[in-house]
């Protein structure tokens, strides 16, 4: 992936390199976190389009690139794990108790 540092000009953007050398530590955190490649992977995406959708002043900005990355990343991964719980949470159907067992199993047990 190369991006120009201005339209016109040959030259790739020198702060493309450190961005794209972050990668495999991003997706490293979103597995260890999330435990799925597939879901890690996407996470890793979408923290790069909230990075590219930044104004480029915006990007100037940030001391460390890295450091923000990981941020997001994590953040993306919380919110993807709390959603998860609220849906595991949600009970859809009627409820229904837990089976008692039987006296013969409460004697001999």
Do not use: F
Not at 47 to 66: F, H, K
Not at 74 to 98: F, K, M, N, Q, T
């Amino acid at each position: 992936m190369t991006t120009p540092s201005e339209p016109g000009h040959g030259r790739l953007d020198p702060s493309l390199n450190a961005i794209m050398s972050e990668r495999r530590q991003l997706i490293n955190l979103a597995y260890r976190l999330l435990g799925s490649l597939a879901d890690a992977e996407d996470v890793v995406q979408e923290t790069y389009a909230r990075w590219y959708a930044m104004p480029r002043q915006q990007q100037d900005a940030i001391e460390s690139p890295g450091a923000w990355l990981t941020r997001v990343a994590s953040r993306i991964c919380l919110d993807l794990l709390g959603s998860a719980r609220a849906r595991r949470e949600r009970y859809v159907g009627e409820w229904v108790p837990e089976p008692l067992p039987d006296r013969t199993e409460w004697i001999g047990g």
